[in-house]
């Protein structure tokens, strides 16, 4: 199975504060790599796919980029509302794998 | 309205079975692969199963390969994962997710795959 491995696992940041998630593949996935938005008790949102992607209706401030086995989301400027866990998969092959995702806190 | 609806969650204990639904509604569930995906309490999330829109195709995660069972009726735009011989760690909430292809020309044209519509999610707890 393909590990994905993201860092940091945690962050804290202000609101206007540029913001990057790394995420790492095990092997190569080409650009199979999604990235996912989770706030408490709700279920995941797709922000970007195929690695750089914006998915419709997500905010242009979020922006992903990589091939390969390094990848990078991007947040140019932190909203109030962008505080939640982000999440990494791969959509390369079957079993699908996330990373172990990030913590985005408020400073 | 897009929407996907889980049911069936509960309290069980190890060993015994239950049976998730979901409920597709707003766009042409016969044409979507589907995917379960889980997330245990504090955990990160973790892809369970996925089935195609014929049914034709079916993979499973090795930590529920033999006990789970995904399915779908696309009459009933329905989903289904009947879940067999449950253990303390498949308590989790488990979200149902809609497959989408996405199509991205540069040069050429590839396609690429994402859970773009998910479920609010149902609660399974094993335990005695």
């Known amino acids: 199975d393909i590990q994905m491995t993201q860092s940091p696992s945690s962050l804290s940041a202000s609101v206007g504060d540029r913001v990057t998630i790394t995420c790492r593949a095990s092997?190569?996935?080409?650009?199979?790599l999604n990235w996912y938005q989770q706030k408490p008790g709700k279920a995941p949102k797709l922000l970007i796919y195929a690695a750089s992607s914006l998915q419709s209706g997500v905010p242009s401030r979020f922006s992903g980029s990589g091939s390969g086995t390094d990848f990078t989301l991007t947040i140019s400027s932190l909203q109030p509302e962008d505080f939640a866990t982000y999440y990494c998969?791969?959509?390369?092959?079957?079993?699908?794998?996330f990373g172990g995702g990030t913590k985005v806190e408020i400073k | 309205e897009v929407q996907l609806v889980e049911s069936g969650g509960g309290l069980v204990q190890p060993g015994g079975s239950l049976r998730l639904s979901c409920a597709a509604s707003?766009?042409?569930?016969?044409?979507?692969?589907m995917n379960w995906v889980r997330q245990a309490p504090g955990k990160g999330l973790e892809w369970v199963s996925y089935?195609?829109?014929?049914?034709?195709?079916?993979y499973y995660a090795d930590s529920v390969k033999g006990r789970f069972t995904i399915s779908r009726d696309n009459a009933k735009n329905s989903l289904y994962l009947q879940m067999n011989s449950l253990r303390d760690e498949d308590t989790a909430v488990y979200y149902c997710?809609?497959?989408?292809?996405?199509?991205?020309?540069?040069?050429?044209?590839?396609?690429?795959?994402?859970?773009?519509?998910w479920g609010q999610g149902t609660t399974v707890t094993v335990s005695s």
């Open positions: 089935i195609s829109s014929s049914s034709s195709t079916i």
């Open positions: 092997q190569s996935i080409s650009s199979y």
């Open positions: 998969q791969q959509s390369y092959i079957y079993p699908y794998t």
């Open positions: 997710a809609r497959d989408r292809q996405f199509k991205v020309t540069t040069v050429t044209s590839y396609y690429y795959y994402g859970m773009d519509v």
């Open positions: 707003g766009f042409t569930f016969s044409s979507y692969s």
